[in-house]
């Protein structure tokens, strides 16, 4: 066989799971941390590969999506089934929660119908032992024909024994396909598989089986699919797709039940999380923690971070001017160093401290189990939006930056939900833009400070949930967008894999969003600064020239001055952006604390109270900024990133120009 | 019965899942397959979403999701 000229190569191994079975931190303990990270093919969710040396064998260990089945025609479920199908991994390792195994045998069950060899590893060992369940291994080992190792995967209990298990698992046969359902339905699925075009082996009569339940699209026409399934239905007195679902749930039960002993009352593993829950979940009490949890939450992430991020600013400011002077001639080069690529590399590092921040809260508050109780909570009023329960937390960190809140949408599992939060994240107004908001607020609106910050976090929100519902209509029209969550019980997180998470994932924001970062910055200067000789953004640089072109275009939204369009497009590096822009180019000269009179005085000749406030809203509503995008891409890949911008750009137009000519012909 | 109209603490066994077929499958795949036991364990603050035991695990559902799954009341047990 192939096997033999393939001990030189690396030997593949899919790592699969249920959610919250520790899976990844039991990869990360077989691994270590040297992770690549890709795409799966065709999609966007992250593909993370590790490896591993062990008795002179190289093993690519790759982390499949969490998945509770394989049946479904979900985007992760579908990424698990093609990379068994068509990767043909060497062994499957699977993860399994050992204070419930019967749940976690459902798809044992299902990579053993495939024909996989399998390693059970039952994780959270300790957790079982002293919730007072007792495994009894060997048994399940000879029922399922694969080997069953008891795991501590943080605390890397049980992983060389791990190691041991999958090496003698892929040299040996795959073991034999459990007996699951009556011989006459097997038959009944050979002889469907013979119909379906490119099946072979033992994945056939599995796929035969998914097929004929109709969880997946069949390879064959309709005719012949419902002709199949009607057979089915009339022989065996169901249809295919409940017949499946119970018999091997059915089938779990037994084994559950045949090897899993309790010494303790079953409620015994939940006592701790029925009282937590009490108090969490409880009528009055539940939505006030929540709030509660909320802001701490925003606290940690801004109120700790937003100083580190200043620290990150000056640097990289203070290093672009030491490179500027260093270099000196040509004045061009010194400025591309030192106002584009340094300042570029500074746009993408002064996200670091947020995210390690974000990454850390928000590992903790989903290990500990609180993360899906405030979905729960909460998911009344997102399902009135079309979204999940758990599009909250990411919305509500878009008012402190976007990114932090894209990043989070980690936590949806559902493509669409995940999409459909993403879109609606940057609305929610960052603290980028109340320097904006401030400057024309002292301008035009010192009497109504507070109505006009609130009308615009309000009509930013507003806008969010409402672009998620119209667009979910518009682009998901058939999909539905189930709750369906699984609530783990309360655990308590292990720091070091906390820590671990956070690192790996903001060194992966860096590499993935940092290219489209620094190259936007570095575009952004080049408009400003080109061509050679010209003042940074003045009418003659390029970026003037667009201003001039994009101008009429804003007419009908009452600011239809080249400065102002020259403001947003800088404000695309991040909002700010578009008070210092706007002081250099009505002032000539960079907002100081004294200056900020003079840009005020300049600004009444430029705009009404009426198109300050259709101006505010455009700066409210438009691209986010380069780095959202950046983390858009990295999060859902470069169409829905392109589309983001384009969509923002045209509502925040769209309502701007409503509002300034509506309120124009009542003012 | 339909599971959304259980009382919390109640029991039920259940009969038929009527849920199109996605979500009939994400429905299987949480265990929730006719002949599986369900105890009602909680209500969201707003009313919904809802929690149940299934098969040792715990999961939330929708009203509407709720509502597409038939189940047979089961006696109150005494531990119940």
Request: aromatic fraction near 6%; charge should be neutral.
């Given at each position: 066989m192939a096997d033999a000229d393939k001990s030189a190569e690396t030997l593949l191994v899919g790592v699969a799971g249920n959610p919250n079975t520790g899976k990844t931190t039991l990869f990360n303990a077989l691994t270590g941390m040297r992770l690549k990270t890709g795409n799966w093919p065709g999609v966007t969710v992250e593909r993370i590969e590790g490896r591993l040396t062990h008795k002179d064998k190289v093993l690519t260990l790759v982390d499949l999506?969490?998945?509770?089945?394989?049946?479904?025609?979900s985007e992760d479920e579908r990424i698990a089934r093609d990379f068994l199908l068509q990767?043909?991994?060497?062994a499957v390792l699977v993860v399994a929660d050992a204070t419930n195994l019967e749940r976690n045998l459902y798809l044992v069950l299902m990579l053993l119908e495939m024909g996989q060899k399998v390693v059970l590893a039952l994780n959270m060992w300790d957790e079982a032992q002293k919730a007072g369940i007792r495994i009894d291994t060997e048994t399940l080992s000879g029922l399922l024909d694969v080997e069953v190792v008891p795991t501590v995967a943080v605390r890397k209990e049980g992983v060389e024994q791990l190691k041991d298990a999958l090496i003698r698992t892929i040299e040996n046969p795959p073991p034999k396909a459990p007996d699951v359902y009556p011989k006459e339905v097997t038959q009944f699925l050979d002889g469907f598989a013979e119909?379906?075009?490119?099946m072979k082996g033992a994945g056939a009569r599995f796929m035969a089986s998914l097929y004929l339940s109709g969880d997946i699209e069949a390879p064959v026409d309709r005719t012949t699919l419902t002709r199949y399934q009607e057979e089915f239905k009339e022989r065996f007195g169901k249809e295919a797709a409940v017949f499946f679902a119970e018999h091997r749930f059915s089938w779990c039960h037994g084994v559950a039940s045949e090897v899993v002993k309790s010494?303790?009352?079953?409620s015994a593993r939940f006592a701790l999380t029925d009282k937590l829950d009490s108090i969490f979940l409880n009528r009055f009490l539940g939505i006030p923690i929540l709030a509660g949890v909320l802001y701490f939450v925003f606290w940690f992430i801004f109120t700790l971070g937003d100083p580190l991020v200043g620290y990150v600013d000056d640097l990289f400011s203070w290093l672009g001017e030491v490179v500027k002077e260093a270099v000196g001639r040509p004045e061009w080069l010194a400025s591309l160093l030192g106002d584009g690529i340094i300042a570029g590399v500074g746009a993408v590092l002064v996200f670091v401290p947020l995210l390690i921040l974000l990454y850390l809260i928000f590992s903790a508050l989903e290990d500990c189990g609180y993360l899906a109780r405030g979905a729960f909570l909460i998911d009344r009023i997102m399902h009135f939006f079309?979204?999940?329960?758990?599009?909250f937390i990411p919305m509500f960190l878009g008012f402190g930056c976007s990114i932090p809140g894209i990043l989070a949408?980690?936590?949806?599992?559902?493509r669409r939900d995940r999409l459909l939060t993403i879109l609606a994240?940057?609305?929610?107004?960052?603290?980028?833009r109340l320097p904006v908001y401030a400057l024309f607020i002292a301008a035009f609106f010192p009497n109504h400070k507070a109505a006009v910050l609130f009308a615009l976090y309000a009509i930013g929100i507003v806008m969010g949930l409402l672009s998620a519902l119209i667009v979910g209509r518009l682009l998901?029209?058939?999909e539905e967008a189930p709750l369906v969550m699984e609530l783990p019980p309360y655990r308590v997180p292990s720091p070091r894999v906390v820590f671990a998470t956070a690192w790996q994932r903001t060194l992966i924001f860096v590499k993935k969003a940092g290219t489209i970062i620094l190259g936007a910055t570095v575009l952004i200067w080049a408009l400003a600064s080109l061509?050679?000789?010209?003042?940074?953004?003045?009418?003659?640089?390029l970026a003037g020239r667009l201003g001039k072109v994009m101008a009429p275009v804003f007419k009908p939204a009452g600011f239809g001055s080249w400065q102002a369009s020259v403001a947003l497009l800088t404000g695309v590096?991040?909002?700010?952006t578009v008070v210092s822009t706007m002081g250099v180019l009505y002032t000539g000269e960079e907002v100081e604390e004294a200056a900020e009179k003079e840009l005020i005085r300049h600004l009444h000749a430029h705009f009404t109270p009426l198109s300050a406030f259709a101006f505010l809203l455009m700066t409210l509503l438009y691209i986010p900024c380069v780095a959202s995008i950046g983390a858009i891409r990295r999060e859902a890949g470069w169409r829905w990133a392109l589309f983001t911008a384009v969509y923002t750009l045209f509502v925040g137009w769209l309502i701007a120009t409503l509002f300034y000519q509506i309120a124009t012909l009542f003012a | 019965m339909k599971l959304n109209q259980l009382k919390i603490g109640q029991t039920a066994k259940i009969v038929t899942v009527n849920a199109s077929p996605a979500l009939r499958a994400r429905l299987f795949s949480m265990g929730?397959?006719?002949e599986t036991v369900v105890k009602l364990l909680t209500i969201a603050?707003?009313?919904?979403?809802l929690e149940f035991e299934v098969r040792g695990t715990r999961v939330s559902l929708r009203r509407d999701e709720a509502e597409t799954i038939l189940v047979e009341p089961l006696k109150e047990s005494k531990n119940g």
């Open positions: 999506p969490g998945i509770y089945g394989l049946t479904a025609d990767e043909q991994p060497s119909r379906l075009p490119q010494v303790l009352p079953p079309k979204l999940h329960g758990r599009s949408t980690r936590t949806l599992t559902n994240v940057p609305f929610a107004s960052c603290s980028a998901f029209p058939k061509p050679p000789g010209v003042e940074y953004a003045s009418e003659n640089s590096l991040a909002k700010e | 929730l397959v006719p603050p707003p009313g919904e979403p």
